[in-house]
């Protein structure tokens, strides 16, 4: 009987709801201070994961919660564009 494949589990920094990793949607700070969209999970930097639609429509992505998890301060631009990409995914 062949052994059963683990998938690794990730917790969703806005609804807490862990997850395998490949289910959800990862934002990457990197060394050089940028923080983007990881599509592929494969980018060098501190992660943080979000559900991709799973989470409750009254949760929603807040930025300290995502400032804490990667350890970074977040400009206002790039907030700005973590929403909007976040937003565009969606549709």
């Known amino acids: 009987m062949p052994a059963r494949r683990s998938f690794p589990i990730r917790t ?4 807490g709801k862990k997850s395998e990793k490949r289910g959800l949607v ?3 700070a990197s060394a050089e201070g940028r923080v983007e969209l990881d599509p592929y999970g494969k980018m060098n930097g501190r ?6 639609e799973g ?3 009254n949760k929603k992505l807040q930025r ?3 400032e804490h998890a990667l350890r970074v301060t977040l400009a206002d631009p790039d907030w700005d564009k973590i929403v909007s ?3 565009a995914d969606d549709e």
């Open 64 to 66: 300290g919660r995502l």
């Open 26 to 28: 990862r934002i990457v």
């Open 55 to 57: 989470c409750p429509e």
């Open 47 to 52: 992660g943080a994961y979000i559900c991709g």
């Open 85 to 87: 990409q976040l937003s």
């Open 12 to 15: 969703c920094v806005v609804c």
